[in-house]
């Protein structure tokens, strides 16, 4: 699983800012490993491995984008207000259902 934007930049992750490349500038299959790699990096599988709850899941999506997002990412993602809970998303979730390949599961 990737995520292509309008502008070639190619994510690993649709949940994170970070990206792994240029669609546009750099060859599909180095793009792909890169994906892969991203996928297994430890920092990642630690991260998603612990989340239980949606905000669990936004609490490491904001970790992700700390750890791989550029500089001026984090200060836009910094401005975001906390996740809290609301009438949408107060109920139970399967979070296994979002963790994509790390857990086996697609997004």
């Not at 998603?48 to 970790?63: F, I, T």
Request: hydrophobic fraction near 35%; proline fraction near 6%.
């Amino acid at each position: 699983m990737l995520q292509v934007e309008p502008d070639g930049e190619v994510r690993a992750m649709p949940i994170y800012e970070g990206t792994v490349g240029n669609l546009l500038t750099e060859d599909a299959g180095t793009l792909w490993e890169r994906v892969q790699e991203r996928w297994s990096d430890p920092f990642v599988v630690e991260t998603l491995s612990a989340v239980r709850s949606m905000q669990d899941w936004a609490e490491a999506a904001r970790r992700l984008d700390h750890h791989f997002g550029t500089d001026e990412v984090r200060r836009r993602i910094d401005r975001r207000p906390p996740y809290t809970l609301d009438d949408r998303t107060s109920g139970q979730r399967d979070i296994a259902s979002m963790a994509g390949p790390a857990s086996g599961h697609q997004l």
